[in-house]
């Protein structure tokens, strides 16, 4: 099949889509399928960050915050028709919501993956206010019809239960947004993270590496840490973000006067691995998440993770005791988690074997692609 992703970016500050794209657009292409992804950059330093060569990408110079561009109006207009498949990657960005626009027009049927853009909780919350709420829902009105004609991608079935506009979805699959196989970690360190933050090797380190946004609720999880008197403990948090959200955290902690806490910059999603595998436990502690792959990345190097039942891939956590999942993700209830599972080791030791049965059991890129193709040939055939 020829296929063509629509992203609107990237570049890894827009979290799991943007990151993993690549890898899963190689897959596919493996499988003998012509492969490409379209996308936007503001300057062209952007786009010395992309290293990803196997896959054809194209890119159009945009500008404003909704990334307009004159150049990849009229490239859609006369090339959308030569892809047997179009996947759009999320809402509310000029290229997403004109290439859907534009399906329509051209009769062409294809897959939308809102990535988590219909859940109530992030529709209602905007950087622009009531301004980017009134937009959203003046999108939704202009999309109204040719949403109706798509196939919709969810990554979990909880993800289609809280989509916002559950009539539209005449047809879905639910298929896992990528695979993480099981990492090599003869190569890695386990006290390289505590040796760069000068910890002792017997610290108990919970750790979140990703993207700094309100809906990661990752403010309530320092409030929760401070609750717990044991100095053996120790948080970091690593990733770029919202500025207003980082600087809100950076005064929770300076107000709190917690040593035992560390606020990092980001990192490359190369050395992800490098940092990761030193954590004991991973937290997230979520409002809402779409599927979670930070949570994969943490069970692929046997980390046990601390999640809430927001974060969608929960049911297959729970299901292996690969970690311990909360109802409610309020500080308290946060705490009195941390240090249920710090005070019981021998249940984190079964964790860490639990999380090889997880990755090997539910998540394969053999029976991965072929679920992707029989969508697009779904979509094309409609």
Not at 40 to 56: L, P, R, V
Not at 123 to 141: M, P, T
Not at 336 to 348: C, T, Y
Request: aromatic share 12%.
């Amino acid at each position: 099949m020829k296929i063509l992703h629509i992203i609107s970016s990237l570049e890894e500050k827009y979290g799991g889509p943007s990151i993993l794209l690549p890898e899963l657009s190689l897959k596919q292409k493996e499988k003998n399928n012509e492969v490409e992804i379209l996308t936007t950059f503001f300057n062209k330093k952007e786009i010395k960050n992309y290293s990803q060569k196997k896959i054809k990408l194209r890119f159009f110079k945009v500008f404003s915050t909704y990334r307009i561009s004159l150049k990849l109006f009229f490239w859609l207009l006369f090339n959308l028709r030569n892809y047997d498949c179009i996947h759009v990657h999320s809402l509310y960005r000029y290229p997403c919501d004109l290439t859907i626009l534009l399906s329509l027009f051209q009769r062409k049927s294809l897959v939308f993956s809102p990535h988590g853009a219909l859940d109530p909780y992030l529709f209602n919350k905007s950087q622009f206010k009531l301004v980017g709420l009134f937009c959203k829902k003046l999108i939704h009105l202009i999309l109204n019809l040719p949403l109706r004609k798509s196939i919709f991608h969810f990554t979990a079935e909880d993800e289609k239960k809280v989509c916002m506009v559950g009539n539209l979805v005449s047809k879905s699959f639910i298929i896992p947004p990528l695979v993480v196989e099981m990492k090599q970690t003869i190569n890695l360190n386990k006290n390289f993270l505590k040796d760069h933050l000068s910890l002792s090797k017997e610290s108990f380190l919970i750790g979140y590496i990703g993207r700094l946004h309100g809906k990661k609720n990752i403010d309530s999880l320092i409030r929760g840490f401070n609750l717990i008197s044991n100095f053996n403990l120790k948080l970091v948090i690593i990733g770029p973000g919202e500025i207003e959200y980082k600087k809100y955290l950076e005064k929770i902690i300076y107000e709190t006067k917690n040593k035992n806490i560390y606020l990092m910059d980001s990192i490359p999603h190369a050395d992800i691995n490098k940092y990761m595998y030193g954590l004991d436990l991973y937290a997230l502690p979520s409002h809402s998440e779409n599927f979670g792959i930070s949570i994969l990345e943490a069970i692929s190097l046997k980390i046990p993770v601390l999640i809430t039942d927001k974060v969608n891939i929960y049911k297959n956590i729970e299901k292996y005791e690969c970690g311990k999942i909360l109802k409610n993700n309020d500080h308290i209830t946060i705490a009195k988690a941390i240090d249920e599972l710090v005070n019981n080791q021998e249940s984190i030791k079964k964790m860490k074997i639990n999380c090889s049965n997880l990755i090997s059991t539910e998540y394969s890129w053999d029976n991965l692609i072929p679920q992707y193709i029989t969508m697009y040939k779904s979509a094309h055939n409609k």
